[in-house]
């Protein structure tokens, strides 16, 4: 009985022993399931979807209508997404024709990529082979790869846009800086230019200047490589590139010429007209006479004329040469190319004071610009005699003190000395003359006093530089030059004087029109003159001082409201006038315009005068309304009025004396002396001659207006009564 007992709890032992070990062997595979399924990556998400296939996609440019030759030469940029790639992808991308070949690829990258992402690239539309731009067209940006191992599943996305190409352009600016340019006064003239569209750089410009009037006549100017695109300034010296040396003066335009062969590609454009002057010089020299006695003749007068000095001055050097010695006379200062001038001489030395001897003499005149090293050539007068032959005097009439003058009057010390002249006749040794100047208000104080001069012969002339006796150049205003004498004792010589002005001219119109000039001078000149001291200027103007002898004239311009300055206050002298401003001018000074009017009712006046666009089209639809405006009636410009151009002497003339009531001379009248008759100007040009509008022997009828010229003229007109 104990021995069953032992073997039944042996049994049940055993049982219990192989139940535990089932257990643990059924939770050892409860655990290898769990840990499966926590490795599994659609269990790690929490879903029990798929995991996502490698994957290439979205590929994308910025810009489907791609223009590489913007001046800002953007680039393209591309870009791809990539998706689920468990291992290291190279990914190829490229660009072709849509059309074409695809192996035939322009432009090509190697990424390697991993995971998921996006890449990105830039693209400047340059054949990466031959670095040119590509031509207009439509391409394909592909990326490809080949994803895993044997087999590879094959990845790729696509996307076409297109390349455009604006045809390439070449645009010149219209006005070159500086006009006119003077080669020898100017560093240099420069222009603009732009390039646009090019499909790459350019091999050359060639840059020619072209004579305007015959446009076969041409000089190379300059020759400019590699550029692309952008806007440019460039600068011409005014010499001809093969020969180094200085073209003709004349009229001229610049030709723009682009040629590039690798592109077919040839462009061209031209500035607008320009003038280019020769040097400096001094023209015209005339003698008054050939045979010179200072005993009984007028003064000998040496005149002349300088050109193309621009806005300089120049300080000119005179000299009588004998056959063996050379006398110097006295210096002119600061002179300028809008007038004639003239040099008196009395046939003596004036270091000496003496008389020359008799002999054969030239006037020799030369110059130099101021503030440069510019040499104006000199010049000879022709030959004449000096022949100082004093008759006796008559005892039965006294001496007697005539003529006297000062020049120039009204006197401007700033720019030169005044000649003061007076003449003596029947003088003998006993005959003692004095000379001197007096402030009008003080006739007792003399301001500058000569020593007397015994038994003067026929003119005397004196040279005064506008000081006094303590070297202070004397204030404007009112001054008398008075001459007085003896002829023995007690023989008193009747005195005589001249009042004259010392830079200062009353004003015509003492009312000036205050308002300021609601139309300026669009493309001001730099004024060379000085700005005259504080209280010291002209009707306002910073630029010009109350004793400029022009001073009168310009004050009456301003008070009729034609010519009112500029925004900074100055006036402006030297500056040039456009067509449209003249007219402008011109109508208000005959009151010929009302601003409350509408004289254009909605039509434009000319091609090139845009109704509510151009600033100046009421003034130019009133004047062509009223016949003093034509535009230009034959030639390339005809049917035009270009109102941006530069007015010359002879349509400056035919605008203002259109207006006036008087007969017109006939066209075969003579004139000026570099007018010939039957132009269209020459019967304008008599009535200015007549009129003595334009002074001297000389019209220059293509040289441009001036706005001092254009207040002198207007001033004389109102002188005359015909304003």
Not at 108 to 134: C, E, H, R, Y
Not at 295 to 302: E, V
Not at 351 to 357: E, F, R
Request: glycine share 6%; net charge neutral; hydrophobic share 35%.
């Amino acid at each position: 009985m104990m021995i069953k007992s032992l073997r039944l709890k042996s049994l049940r032992n055993a049982f219990k022993e192989n139940a535990l070990k089932k257990n643990a062997a059924i939770l050892t595979c409860s655990l290898l399931v769990l840990q499966l399924m926590i490795s599994s990556p659609a269990m790690a998400s929490g879903g029990g979807n798929p995991p996502p296939s490698p994957n290439l996609s979205a590929a994308t440019v910025d810009n489907s209508s791609y223009d590489p030759n913007t001046a800002a030469h953007t680039l393209l940029n591309l870009s791809y997404q990539y998706t689920a790639f468990s291992q290291s992808t190279t990914v190829d991308a490229k660009i072709y024709l849509a059309n074409g070949d695809p192996n035939v690829t322009y432009k090509t990258w190697n990424f390697t990529n991993q995971g998921t992402g996006k890449q990105t690239m830039t693209w400047d539309g340059k054949n990466q082979n031959s670095s040119l731009t590509m031509p207009a067209g439509t391409y394909t940006f592909k990326a490809y790869a080949f994803y895993g191992q044997s087999p590879a599943i094959a990845l790729n996305t696509t996307i076409n846009f297109q390349i455009i190409n604006p045809p390439p352009s070449l645009i010149a600016g219209n006005a070159v800086t500086v006009n006119p340019f003077s080669p020898t006064l100017d560093t240099s003239l420069t222009y603009t230019y732009s390039l646009a569209d090019l499909m790459d750089y350019t091999e050359s410009i060639r840059v020619t200047a072209i004579d305007a009037i015959n446009p076969n006549i041409t000089y190379d100017a300059d020759v400019i490589l590699n550029q692309g695109n952008g806007n440019y300034h460039a600068s011409w010296n005014g010499k001809d590139l093969l020969t180094g040396h200085v073209v003709p003066a004349g009229n001229y335009y610049l030709r723009l010429n682009v040629r590039d062969d690798p592109h077919n590609l040839a462009l061209v454009s031209s500035t607008a007209s320009f003038k280019l002057l020769d040097p400096p010089v001094i023209t015209t020299p005339q003698l008054s006479a050939t045979t010179y006695n200072p005993y009984t003749d007028s003064p000998l007068i040496y005149s002349y004329n300088l050109r193309n000095l621009k806005t300089k001055t120049a300080t000119m050097t005179v000299a009588a040469i004998g056959a063996s010695k050379t006398y110097y006379l006295p210096t002119q200062y600061s002179q300028i190319d809008t007038q004639p001038y003239s040099i008196t001489w009395n046939g003596t030395d004036p270091a000496s004071g003496s008389l020359l001897p008799a002999g054969t003499y030239q006037i020799q005149l030369s110059g130099r610009v101021d503030g440069t090293t510019i040499v104006l050539p000199a010049v000879l007068s022709s030959s004449f005699n000096l022949n100082p032959n004093q008759p006796p005097p008559n005892p039965n009439v006294a001496a007697a003190i005539s003529n006297l003058q000062v020049f120039p009057s009204p006197y401007n010390p700033s720019q030169g000395t005044a000649a003061l002249s007076y003449q003596v006749t029947n003088a003998s040794d006993a005959t003692v003359v004095s000379a001197a100047v007096y402030k009008s208000s003080d006739m007792n104080t003399a301001v500058k006093t000569w020593s007397p001069l015994i038994n003067p012969f026929n003119t005397v002339i004196l040279t005064w530089d506008g000081k006094d006796s303590a070297g202070t150049i004397v204030a404007d205003g009112s001054y008398v030059f008075k001459v007085w004498g003896n002829d023995g004792p007690n023989k008193i010589i009747a005195p005589k004087q001249l009042t004259f002005m010392i830079a200062n001219i009353p004003n015509p119109n003492p009312n000036p029109n205050p308002n300021p000039n609601p139309n300026p001078n669009p493309n001001p000149n730099p004024n060379p003159n000085p700005n005259p001291p504080p209280g010291d200027s002209c009707a306002g103007f910073i630029d010009v001082s109350s004793g400029n002898p022009n001073c009168p004239a310009i004050s009456f311009v301003k008070s009729r409201g034609a010519m009112t300055g500029n925004p900074d206050g100055s006036f402006d002298q030297l500056g040039l006038l456009q067509r449209d401003q003249i007219a402008k001018i011109i109508l208000e000074i005959f009151a010929l315009f009302n601003k409350q009017l509408n004289y254009c009712n909605g039509k434009n006046p000319f091609p090139d005068v845009k109704v509510t666009i151009d600033w100046s089209y009421q003034y130019v639809c009133r004047g062509k309304t009223l016949g003093m405006i034509t535009g230009y009636l034959g030639g390339a410009d005809a049917g035009y009025y270009r109102p941006g151009r530069s007015v010359n002497h002879a349509e400056f003339l035919a605008l203002v004396l259109r207006n006036l009531p008087d007969s017109i001379p006939d066209k075969s009248a003579l004139s000026y002396n570099d007018v010939p008759i039957n132009q269209w100007y020459s019967g304008y040009a008599k009535y200015a001659k007549d009129h003595d509008l334009f002074s001297g022997p000389y019209l220059h009828p293509n040289d441009p207006m001036k706005r001092v010229d254009v207040a002198v003229v207007l001033y004389k007109l109102y002188g005359l009564g015909k304003l």
